[in-house]
């Protein structure tokens, strides 16, 4: 056996990318119910408020809501023994700073995760997965302000007080790290609720902002963190970052010196989490900037008292970094500049490069890094499928991809002896994608008929998949 006994096997959603029901019973306007349907090459539109006759592929999802029930069973066939999702914020605060959470909101996730108990099958929750309240945006400019921090907490602790008893393995701002790429607006948006304009639309201006939010969200996740611990000491409570692993594009030193700072710019985020405190190599940063960023005294104690339990990360695809563009001595990296295409590896019908041996090498970089367990909570091949006459769905090239990442995970828990407590396939049952909105981007061992213009029955069926998997969690990974 390589794998820990109590290898937490799951699959992984997002509640605004599968519950639908957007304006139900109280729900509030989140971040990713004004962002409409994009594509490949088709950024999403980010709209001032929802605007009728548009398509927001969120609003209605795939109806997890109201279907929660048969998805569990299903869930449970597969032989799921955790299921990670997220609380959407806006069901239980709509607006984000009330004081008080609205019941009906939170009556859902007691059935939702009595629903799961039920089954042996445990929640594992993020607490923030690109769900802001979307008046939080228009009215404090989303994390651009402080008073988030105690929105966020108060948040946080309605749920994690209500939940105490059901919920053990929580997380706090999903892929925290991805606004590093402030030049994409759909990252700092989805974490932040940033979009730029006059003044801030600048290099220096989306940076100084994206790292003002970051700053912010590293108080509230630590204070919530500690709040968590307090609730109930049993908690286990993580980060979450995107990890793409990030190589260098040669041996030429100065692309070294680029990956290495490509990785700073990205893991930083991680190193407060872990370690309570930032690295110089931001401080650096920020005085160098002169972006003199609101850090109190406090904010740093605050940060020190609330570390985290675990690293959780989403494994997709490594990068190659380059110094094409002769950016030393400072070798500041801007991912929209600096990554090139890696000539080894194949891509997937959305560009995104497949690198199982990278999971290896990015589950080694952080073990080592940090030393505390590691939860890989999505990894996954987005892909379209073909439902034949039969009703049955072959996707070899999604268990393929699957079965090699698994592989890489025992070769480094066996190899390499690093401590991973589960593992859970993103989007295992079909859903919207975040990156671009569509449905035909598909994740899962369940299919939902679901197009992307939002036309279909939104019937469930099992692919060729759902079997494999179930047989890899029955013989708890050793047979893929
Ligand atoms: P989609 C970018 C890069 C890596 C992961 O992504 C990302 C993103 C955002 O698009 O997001 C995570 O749906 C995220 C999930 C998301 C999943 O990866 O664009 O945590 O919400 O659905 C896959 O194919």
């Known amino acids: 056996m390589s794998l820990r006994k109590d290898f ?17 019973n109280g729900k509030g306007i989140s971040v990713s119910d004004v962002l409409t349907a994009g594509g490949v090459g088709v ?9 009728p006759g548009k398509n927001y592929p969120n609003h209605e999802a795939i109806d997890f809501y109201h279907l929660y029930k048969e998805d569990i069973a299903l869930f449970h066939e597969l032989g799921l023994n955790c299921f990670r999702t997220s ?6 605060f709509p607006n984000g700073d009330e004081l008080e959470a609205n019941e009906a909101g939170l009556q859902f996730y007691d059935d939702l995760f009595d629903e799961c108990l039920k089954y042996g099958i445990e929640p594992v929750i993020t607490l923030s997965h690109f769900e802001i309240p979307y008046h939080l945006v228009t009215e404090y400019g989303g994390w651009r302000d402080r008073r988030l921090i105690d929105f966020f907490s108060r948040y946080a602790k309605a749920v994690m007080t209500r939940y105490k008893d059901k919920v053990k393995y929580w997380m706090t701002f999903n892929e925290i790290d991805n606004q590093s790429n402030y030049f994409r607006t759909y990252s700092t948006w989805v974490n932040s609720g940033l979009k730029f304009e006059g003044e801030e639309d600048t290099k220096l201006g989306r940076e100084r902002a994206s790292y003002q939010a970051s700053h912010y969200e590293l108080v509230a996740s630590a204070k919530v963190v500690e709040l968590g611990h307090q609730i109930n ?12 692993s990030l190589y260098s594009k040669s041996c030429k030193p100065e692309d070294m010196m680029m990956q290495m700072v490509a990785n700073q710019r990205r893991y930083w985020y991680s190193d407060v989490h872990v370690r309570g405190h930032y690295p110089n190599f ?4 920020f005085e160098r900037r002169n972006f003199n960023l609101d850090i109190t005294i406090e904010d740093l104690a605050q940060l020190e008292r609330g570390k985290v339990d675990y690293v959780g990360f989403s494994y997709y695809k490594s990068f190659v970094v380059a110094d094409e563009h002769g950016k030393s001595p400072e070798f500041d990296y801007v991912e929209t500049q600096d990554i090139v295409d890696n000539p080894y590896l194949d891509v997937s019908d959305w560009g995104w490069p497949v690198d199982p041996l990278g999971l ?25 499928d073909k439902v034949e006459a039969d009703g049955t769905i072959h996707d070899p090239y999604r268990i393929d991809y699957l079965r090699k990442h698994i592989a890489a995970m025992k070769d480094a828990v066996d190899i390499d002896g690093v401590d991973v407590i589960g593992y859970t396939p993103w989007g295992f049952i079909d859903l919207v994608s975040a990156g671009t909105g569509e449905m035909k981007k598909r994740y899962g061992f369940i299919y939902v008929d679901k197009d992307n213009d939002g036309s279909g029955t939104l019937k469930r069926s099992k692919k060729d998949s759902f079997a494999w998997y179930h047989h890899v969690i029955d013989t708890n990974g050793e047979e893929i």
């Not at 090498?361 to 030393?371: C, G, K």
Request: with cysteine; charged share 20%; glycine share 10%.
């Open 8 to 24: 937490l096997w799951g699959g992984a959603v997002a509640a605004h990318q599968l519950e639908g029901a957007w304006n139900v």
């Open 43 to 51: 950024e999403r539109e980010i709209t001032n408020g929802v605007i």
């Open 87 to 92: 609380i959407a914020w806006t069901r239980i």
């Open 233 to 244: 000491p049993d908690f286990k409570i993580g980060c979450m970052i995107s990890f793409p």
């Open 282 to 285: 931001i401080k650096k940063l």
């Open 360 to 384: 290896r090498w990015a589950l080694n970089w952080l073990y080592e890094r940090y030393e505390i367990p590691l939860f890989i909570v999505e990894n996954g091949l987005g892909a379209e």
